[in-house]
């Protein structure tokens, strides 16, 4: 289990999610306390902070060795389920923690529902492209929404931009939740994508 | 007779020439992805925002400038960075080393992807938008110089990453500089003061304004310098010959002095009069638009027409409707509110609404700390309301209900022409502010 966990580089990006959750919950807390910014200013934090948290999943999903694990007996899906599951669960939680108050606007449940959708993506994106740039299609997606969504839900807005929406909309979250298991199926199914030569 | 034999003439095979290592370069890997990925970001962006910025050059400008700032800089440095480790994460960097040409000119060619890529995608989406903005604008031009900054700006960010992925081994490196450069370039925009200039994504919204002429150059010079700079300190070998770095770095300290030299709230923007000009149309009263404004003007004539009738030859009406930065200037002139934010494109796309505000404008007094109280307080302002929607009805989902006021509303309706002017001409001289002097239907 140790080595497992070295191999993926696991410790370093546990640790880098607790601090992406202190520079998220001190971003949040700084942008409220600005003289004309109120909790509203917090939507860059519920994008960038589980984007960064997704960023950080993505890429620990490379494996060093993947010839050598595709030999083993046992099935990998389980480890691979596990190894999605639980550090997003931690990310979920610490960035949930990051954002507290206003869960009508961009509170705890935006936080929640960005990290879900954003890890998925970016765990859709690990079979396809590979883990270690993983994290692209995630960062792409929320650079081409986060100015193009409008203030309100029109032109479907809750769908196609759902990053960037208050926390209770039902629209927003079955997208993200969509993308979560989406991701998670298919990265559990198929690994990540060997990226030949690639150290 | 012997005939000798001699081999049929060849044409030796011309050898096939390898294609230039900086051409391999560019269409290899992530750069032309890069690309597409900063063209569609502003495409995507400047989509959704279309009615806001299709009918100005100031304002597709601005808005390119931002979308190429905020969105494709952090993109570019992300992607960047990620091409810069490439050598290392296919373990090819000592062949590189092996390979008889100079590390500054191998260095170039890595970068050359990097730096060029966004860059292209940058301008490609900027030819698009401008194209898109064209058919629809009256006066001025699209501030290319400053488009042509960005683009040097986003491929100094490209360049900045490469060297940034050459630099850290770590995995997270490249989502990490693109957030980062998100977090940095979104505050540098909002930040008060002369540094914000030097940000590429410092927001300017003032419709008669345009850049003083050496802001592009210097912008470009600031930005470049940096990354060139950045790049002979890297690149240069034996390491002597790294003083040269020092070049591009003086020119990028007094490009940046340049830029901080600026007015701290206007910096490079001054204003236009060629813009601001008025433009008029032979109505009565006459509808005066800014020259920027120019193919809204027979909408907005046509929009406020039935007011026009209404009011013509009332005492106090206004002689004229102006719009734009010097506001009403002649005694008569009455200000009009911003056309633009009711336009689509060349049009007006709700009339029915701009008429409610214009109306709306012609009757709000300025008011003093104190105006507006009194026991017949709710009274005028109801009555306030009613004359507005006697002559423009809000628009159903606009402004606020009117239930209150339909009683006066009817009473209005109800007089005769002449008893309507003469209600007219008391109400347009009253003070608003004053309660008692408003006069009831």
């Known amino acids: 289990m140790r080595l497992y966990l070295r191999s993926r580089g696991l410790p370093g990006a546990l640790a880098a999610l607790l601090g992406t959750a202190a520079a998220a919950a001190w971003a949040a807390w700084w942008l409220v306390s600005l003289p004309d910014f109120d909790h509203t200013a917090r939507l860059p934090v519920v994008v960038l902070g589980p984007l960064l948290a997704a960023g950080v999943i993505g890429t620990s999903l ?35 923690l990051a954002v507290p108050g206003h869960a009508e606007e961009f509170g705890a449940p935006a936080a929640v529902r960005n990290t879900l959708g954003l890890v998925g993506m970016a765990a859709s994106a690990a079979p396809l492209v590979g883990a270690r740039l993983s994290w692209l299609p995630p960062t792409f997606y929320a650079g081409v929404v986060y100015l193009a969504a409008p203030s309100g839900t029109e032109g479907g807005a809750a769908w196609w931009a759902w990053v960037t929406r208050p926390g209770p909309e039902g629209e927003a979250w079955a997208v993200a939740a969509v993308a979560f298991a989406a991701g998670t199926a298919l990265y559990a199914w198929r690994g990540s994508r060997r990226t030949t030569g690639e150290a | 007779m012997t005939a000798t034999l001699t081999p049929p003439r060849a044409d030796r095979p011309t050898p096939a020439r390898p294609p230039a290592p900086l051409r391999t370069e560019l269409r290899r890997g992530l750069g032309p992805w890069t690309g597409v990925a900063v063209a569609l970001t502003v495409l995507v962006t400047m989509y959704g925002k279309a009615p806001e910025w299709q009918g100005r050059w100031a ?52 970068v050359g992807p990097s730096a060029f890529w966004p860059a292209a995608g940058l301008l490609f989406a900027d030819a698009v938008c401008l194209l898109a903005t064209w058919p629809y604008v009256s006066a001025g031009r699209p501030f290319l110089e400053l488009l042509a900054a960005d683009a040097v700006a986003v491929a100094a960010l490209g360049a900045l990453g490469h060297l940034a992925g050459r630099v850290i081994r770590w995995r997270l490196a490249a989502p990490l500089l693109g957030i980062v450069g998100y977090v940095v370039l979104g505050l540098a925009a909002y930040t008060a003061g002369p540094a914000r200039w030097l940000g590429p994504a410092g927001e300017h919204q003032f419709f008669w304004d345009r850049p003083v002429w050496w802001f592009g150059p210097v912008s470009m010079a600031w930005t470049a310098g940096l990354a060139l700079a950045a790049l002979l300190a890297y690149g240069l070998r034996p390491a002597r010959l790294r003083v040269l770095a020092l070049i591009p770095l003086a020119v990028t300290v007094g490009a940046a002095g340049l830029i901080l030299r600026l007015p701290r709230d ?44 209404r009011l013509k030859g009332v005492p106090g009406a206004p002689v004229r409707w102006v719009s734009g930065l010097a506001g009403p200037a002649l005694p008569g002139d009455v200000a009009l509110p911003s056309v633009r934010q009711d336009a689509v494109r060349d049009r007006l796309a709700h009339p029915d609404l701009y008429l409610n505000s214009a109306v709306n404008w012609l009757f709000s007094d300025s008011c003093r700390p104190g105006d507006g109280t009194g026991p017949n307080a709710e009274r005028a302002s109801t009555i306030n309301l009613a004359v507005i929607e006697w002559l423009a009805p809000t628009p159903e989902g606009y402004g606020p209900a009117t239930t209150g006021a339909q009683p006066y509303i009817d009473r209005l309706k109800a007089k005769s022409p002449a008893e309507q002017r003469a209600y007219l001409t008391r109400f347009l001289a009253a003070n608003t502010c004053r309660p008692d002097e408003v006069p009831i239907p």
């Not at chain 2, 990620?82 to 060619?109: A, H, I, K, M, Y």
């Not at chain 2, 601001?276 to 909408?299: H, N």
Request: hydrophobic content about 45%.
């Open chain 1, 62 to 96: 490379h494996t060093p060795s993947d010839e050598l694990d595709r030999t083993a007996v046992r099935a990998w899906w389980p480890r691979r389920l596990a190894h999605l599951l639980a550090p997003t669960a931690l990310a979920v939680g610490l960035l949930a």
């Open chain 2, 59 to 110: 304002d597709a400008t601005n808005l390119l400038h931002v979308a190429a700032g905020l969105l494709c800089g952090p993109l570019a440095l992300a992607a960047g960075c990620w091409q810069g480790g490439r050598d290392r994460r296919r373990g090819t960097t000592e062949l590189w080393e092996s390979v008889p040409r100079s590390p500054l000119r191998r260095l170039l060619v890595a």
């Open chain 2, 266 to 309: 206007e910096g490079p923007w001054r204003p236009d009069p060629a813009l601001s000009r008025q433009v008029c149309d032979g109505g009565t009263p006459q509808v005066c638009l800014t020259a920027v404004d120019e193919s809204l003007l027979p909408d907005v004539s046509a929009a406020l027409a039935p007011l026009s009738a």
